[in-house]
């Protein structure tokens, strides 16, 4: 089996941030979006990935090539970004000899039992319900459970169950051959080439694809929903830095995650916060935040913030001489 993984996309919903960092890098609870899929796959025995680049994507690349040495992987430049098909129809030539592949959004991360979506006899395709279907590819099920239609964010949604971003799929050459006739034949939703269109193309013409629940779905592409699956993921065992050094007259709420060769003093520091490699903290005070490499944050407070690398923060010092029964308020005028 080979792993396809897009991660082409510019981010544009984490702007500013992602204008220098690709989405897939952005740490959460101390460990890039990237490495949580990577490493859930190969935990399930696959070693075979092709990565669809594009903006940025030389950081991408240089990551995964330091941080997965071993891996055999081939990276494919989306020159144009056209839609997911598109992508994996442009990397064709290095699946297409595979006897299954597992395609992977590389903007999120998800909760589920992958070994038995790889084991699957059928090809499938994981789904969460949402409230709100209409913002997100859907799938409708028949009485039997089996997929039998899928749309691309529909006006009018028949059916409350979306695609999280993971599919399995058996039928290789059904799927290369569904991409390539809506991308010669320019059939577009919204302006582009959707993979849930080639999979309804593959439904029409008989695969069998069957809808996995999975158990969590944290789509990353939104500061909230980054914040929050830091926070998430921060709570569980493993994520908590729990052997840290002693930083001068800090105090650390856990939990958090601290990379190395952090600096950290006069500060307050968590809980749900993670603090990336080489950042420098000078009185502070910072909560459910997520601070990037060689960050430089000083005499602020921040909260629910996303910090990019290299970034530097200053905060305002003020010295009052203040009279009695004075009143003085800096929170921001009510609009």
């Known amino acids: 089996m080979k792993a396809i993984i897009p991660v082409a996309g510019a981010g544009t919903r984490l702007r500013p941030l992602t204008y220098t960092q690709p989405k897939p890098l952005i740490p959460v609870a101390g460990k890039p979006i990237i490495s949580f899929i990577i490493d859930q796959l190969v935990d399930v025995g696959i070693r075979d990935f092709v990565f669809i680049i594009g903006y940025l994507g030389e950081k991408i690349k240089n990551y995964v090539e330091q941080a997965y040495p071993n891996l055999n992987k081939s990276f494919v430049m989306q020159e144009q970004r056209l839609g997911s098909a598109h992508a994996i129809w442009i990397s064709r030539e290095h699946f297409a000899e595979a006897e299954e592949v597992f395609i992977f959004f590389g903007d999120v991360i998800i909760d589920a039992d992958f070994g038995k979506i790889v084991t699957h006899e059928h090809s499938c395709v994981g789904v969460k319900k949402v409230q709100k279907p209409w913002e997100y590819g859907v799938v409708e099920i028949s009485k039997e459970g089996i997929a039998n239609r899928v749309a691309e964010k529909p006006k009018i949604p028949k059916s409350d169950l979306a695609m999280v971003g993971i599919y399995k799929i058996k039928e290789v050459q059904h799927l290369i051959e569904a991409l390539d006739f809506n991308i010669r034949n320019n059939i577009r939703t919204n302006g582009e080439y959707p993979l849930t269109d080639a999979l309804q193309r593959m439904l029409e013409g008989g695969v069998h694809i069957d809808p996995l629940q999975v158990d969590n779905w944290f789509n990353c592409g939104i500061k909230e929903v980054l914040l929050e699956t830091n926070s998430t993921f921060l709570d569980r065992p493993g994520y908590d830095s729990t052997d840290l050094p002693e930083y001068p007259n800090s105090i650390i709420i856990h ?51 996303v910090v990019g690398n290299d970034t530097s923060i200053t905060g305002m010092r003020q010295s009052f001489n203040i009279g009695d029964n004075t009143e003085i308020d800096f929170s921001s005028p009510s609009v």
């Open 255 to 305: 939990p958090v995650s601290i990379g190395e060769n952090c600096q950290i003093e006069n500060s307050v520091i968590g809980p749900h916060v993670t603090i990336s490699n080489n950042a420098k903290i000078e009185r502070a005070i910072i909560r459910n935040s997520i601070i990037g490499n060689y960050a430089h944050i000083k005499e602020i407070v921040l909260q629910k913030s």
